[in-house]
């Protein structure tokens, strides 16, 4: 809210209205593709905020290409896998 000055209800609620919605979309979309098939193997699952910069990537003019932007999204989803595993592998060391 801190970028759209507000000042009457209508406004505000247009733009809760829009956000929820596009929330919404980026859920199911994130929900659908977890049942189309399944994550990689050493991957997480697409995200609702992943869904959104891939979405944003292909409909905003960027200096890479597709397939950059693919191989990027499959790296992170992997780093995102590590830093995940050994998480709870500390936590698991941790706790007695």
């Known amino acids: ?12 609620y247009r733009w809760a209205t829009l ?14 593709e977890s049942l189309r098939a399944p994550a990689p ?3 997480i699952p697409l995200t609702r905020n992943e869904i959104a ?3 944003a990537s292909l409909t905003i003019k960027h200096p890479h290409d597709h397939s950059h932007r693919i191989r990027w ?3 992170r989803r992997h780093h995102q896998h590590r830093a995940k595993t050994c998480h709870y ?6 706790d007695p």
């Open 19 to 32: 956000a929820m919605l596009a929330a919404a979309a980026l859920t199911i979309a994130a929900a659908l």
């Open 41 to 43: 193997a050493g991957q």
């Open 53 to 55: 910069r891939l979405f």
């Open 89 to 94: 592998q500390r936590q698991s060391t941790q």
């Open 73 to 75: 999204s499959n790296w």
């Open 1 to 12: 809210m801190a970028e759209h000055q507000v000042r009457r209800w209508t406004s505000w």
